[in-house]
């Protein structure tokens, strides 16, 4: 019976553990996202659209530049906003756990079950996309 206590005190210190792992992944991933889509993306936009109103001929490889550029830049913030929902989904996964019970404390009653699947559902694919190869 004191083994059972402790299994379950351990576990819900664990999930406590995993819960404030997901906010500081989700605090990190949406200043990381935030930082680019204010830094290197509109820089890209803006060189894309400097490159599309000037008309000589010199400037078609700057635009052709431009618009690759902005397709890696595009790219990278996709990643970016894959890493941000996949915090999403695990602060509501993890908040939903014994030991936290955020819902439970704050609405009066426990996150629908389907919901919480499906979050982990969208995060456990956001982390098979990322690690797929891209050959």
Known sequence: RDRL??????????????????????????????AHRNGALREAQVKLSKAMSSASSDDAKNLSEAKDELKEVEARHFVLFLAFLKSCCDVMVFSNNPGIDLHLKMRGKKNHEGLHCLGGLVSASTVLYNNFPNT
């Open 5 to 34: 206590q402790r299994k379950k005190r351990a576990s819900e210190i664990a999930g406590r553990f995993y819960f404030v792992g997901g906010l500081a992944g989700l605090y990190v991933s949406a200043r990381s996202m935030w």
